[in-house]
């Protein structure tokens, strides 16, 4: 057994013995404290507390030390970059972010990345040798294997580019890279759904699309393209051209600016989706109707996801999650009658508790999670010199 398998159980930050650990894994006692040892030298471990004697010499308990190390986790938005500092727990110690738009470039904007690092790691008073990884969330299509953006849509000259590389000329760590979907699941999940192993998560947005962990795993799909609901076509929009260059996609009707053209074709204003969400807020009637009609239509692509994948949760996120419970209504009201009554006798359709935070927590959690992988535990011991 690895010590990558002794340090599973003590990362959960709940405090151990040497004979519980013993006892847990099968190990002998004097293999447990190597293993131990180790961790503590990588700084991994620390002793916590004191154990209840029963009888002689109280017994030293051990725990994860989420201060060993920090993590970077960035958010890039359409009009904004946010990148905060955190600790192994995923504790915030720091944060920056400015209105900067994505469509400035790479160059720019992650330019002012590699600067932030620099920011938080001086303002928390840490070395850039405690820095352990980045993650970062970029709003266009991802390929999983290269972290690189592919043919994003609102990311004029990100195309292809090596956003790990231009970050790892300044700082040789790890650099985790996906779409914004997946980041917000990974943060809505690590923040208030620790517990379940089954979560969609949707954005509503200037797109729609949908992050999916399934049996605990985030799953991206063989480009990492899993997820993209935006371009499946729906009764509805049958004849409406959506920007994929295809017709009848869910996006062309229930996707920000299409419910902000619905509302200016029946003599509203509203230019974004951002005007729809105050409409709603006003009560404008139409606006009412519009977004619970983008309900129902995120609800016929939602019934089949649900069948398919049977989550236990399904959160609505994303700038038209403002909406509130109108666009909630509509997508329950076609679920919960076009599902299997199976897949829906448990299923909560709930509105994102962490709203715009989702992003950078879950870009923490992309950047924890690799560096307290097994992988990255055994890389780490193998450097070290034996003891004694």
């Known amino acids: 057994m690895r010590t990558s ?3 599973e159980l003590l990362r959960d930050g709940k405090p151990w013995t040497r004979a519980q650990l013993a006892e847990s894994t099968g190990l002998a006692r004097s293999t447990v404290a190597a293993r131990v040892d180790t961790l503590m ?23 994860l030390n989420p201060a060993a190390r920090v993590v970077v986790g960035v958010d890039v938005g359409a009009s904004h970059v946010r990148a905060v500092l955190a600790d192994l727990s995923g504790q915030i110690l720091g944060e920056v972010a400015t209105g900067l738009a994505v469509d400035r470039g790479p160059d720019e904007v992650l330019g002012w990345v590699v ?41 004029p000259g990100w195309d292809r580019y090596d956003v790990a590389g231009h970050l790892q000329r300044h700082y040789a760590v790890p650099v985790l890279i996906d779409n914004d979907v997946n980041i917000m699941t990974l943060g809505e999940r690590s923040a208030h759904l620790p517990d379940v192993d089954d979560v969609v998560l949707i954005k509503v947005s200037t797109g729609i699309g949908a992050g999916i962990v399934s049996g605990g795993r985030l799953q991206r799909g063989a480009q990492g393209t899993a997820g993209d609901l935006g371009h499946i076509r ?8 959506c920007r994929c260059g295809n017709d009848g996609c869910l996006e062309a009707v229930a996707a920000g600016p ?52 049977n989550p236990s949760v399904v959160v609505i996120g994303g700038q038209l999650a403002r909406a509130g419970e109108h666009l909630l209504a509509g997508i329950r009201e076609v679920v919960y009658t076009r599902s299997l009554p199976l897949a829906t006798e448990h299923l909560r359709i709930i509105p994102s508790r962490a709203g715009s935070e989702a992003g950078v927590l879950g870009a923490v959690a992309l950047a924890v999670e690799h560096t307290l992988s097994p992988a990255s535990i055994e890389a780490a011991s193998e450097t070290l010199a034996p003891s004694g």
């Open 115 to 155: 600067d932030a690092v620099r920011t938080l790691l001086r303002g928390s008073r840490r070395r850039t040798s405690e820095l352990s990884a980045v993650g970062v969330g970029l709003p266009g299509p991802v390929e999983h294997s290269t972290g690189r953006p592919i043919s994003p849509p609102i990311m």
């Open 41 to 63: 030298r990588l700084g991994l471990v620390a002793p916590y507390g004191g154990g209840t004697s029963t009888g002689g010499r109280p017994p030293s308990l051990f725990a």
């Open 258 to 309: 299409a419910l902000a053209a619905a509302l200016r074709a029946q003599g509203v204003a509203a230019r974004t989706g951002q005007d729809v969400v105050g409409l709603v807020r006003q009560g404008d009637p139409v606006a009412l109707q519009v977004v619970r009609q983008a309900g129902r239509d995120l609800g016929d692509v939602l019934a089949t996801m649900v069948n398919l994948v």
């Open 234 to 241: 729906v009764p509805r929009a049958d004849g409406t051209p």
């Open 5 to 7: 398998d002794v340090f």
